[in-house]
């Protein structure tokens, strides 16, 4: 299994340009997530899912869009990228709540 | 409102003693906690984890005590390694909000050689 999988590893928008990253994972959990974490700090949940089809919101989810129509992906969407929105984006996932949480590589995005 | 905090944020230790590492937490909902390894440039890793109904649960060099009366949570790592080095993050997760886990921000571990 290759876990959870993030792509891309490293990207430069400028102010106003949309991206989606992109996660997938191969493991069949239900439960999928997306953190930001900024420099020196812990992660902040963005949105999260419990299962295909359905999505909610974390703690810091404005700017930011997700859809999962599938068990494996979960992209997630800017539109309009800010500077505020430099960080270290996380995908996560897991068989279940209140369950271990695995966790991708990471993308690192820079808003200049 | 809910916080998971940690005591310190850095640590450093000699190669070979033992370290610990401590959380607090605040929301009195919260039963399943699990600390992550966070080694530079990558995603966290799952260490170990604890439900409410235990207070103590031992992996292999660690060890991870819960103390529900003044909601605290430490990490102890036996015979410190230098690839023990990392940020080691503390989660909990509320029996409610489903999969809304709230991490602390942190303390770094640095193992002296």
């Known amino acids: 299994n290759a876990g959870v999988t993030q792509t891309p590893k490293f990207r430069i928008l400028k102010i106003g340009q949309s991206m989606t990253l992109q996660c997938t994972q191969d493991?069949?959990?239900?439960?999928m997530y997306w953190y930001r974490q900024d420099p020196g700090m812990g992660l902040k949940l963005i949105y999260y899912s419990v299962g295909a089809g359905i999505t909610d919101k974390g703690e810091v989810p404005n700017g930011y869009n997700v859809s999962r129509s599938t068990t494996e992906d979960f992209p997630l969407r800017l539109e309009l990228a800010a500077p505020s929105q430099t960080s270290v984006y996380f995908c996560?996932?897991?068989?279940?709540?209140?369950?271990?949480?695995?966790f991708g590589p990471g993308t690192r995005l820079l808003v200049l | 409102g809910e916080s998971v905090g940690l005591h310190l944020p850095t640590l450093s230790v000699q190669e070979g003693d033992n370290s610990i590492i401590n959380c607090a937490y605040s929301?009195?909902?919260?039963?399943?906690f699990i600390w992550y390894k966070q080694e530079s440039g990558k995603g966290p890793q799952f260490i170990i984890d604890?439900?409410?109904?235990?207070d103590k649960r031992q992996g292999q060099r660690v060890t991870v005590l819960l103390n529900k009366t003044v909601k605290h949570l430490s990490l102890q790592i036996a015979a410190t390694q230098p690839g023990d080095s990392a940020v080691y993050f503390c989660?909990?997760?509320?029996?409610?909000?489903?999969?809304?886990?709230?991490f602390g921000d942190g303390t770094t571990l640095t193992v002296k050689p």
């Open positions: 493991m069949n959990h239900n439960y």
């Open positions: 996560a996932s897991s068989p279940g709540q209140q369950e271990t949480q695995y």
């Open positions: 929301n009195s909902a919260s039963d399943y």
């Open positions: 604890i439900r409410s109904n235990m």
């Open positions: 989660a909990e997760t509320p029996n409610t909000n489903a999969g809304k886990s709230t």
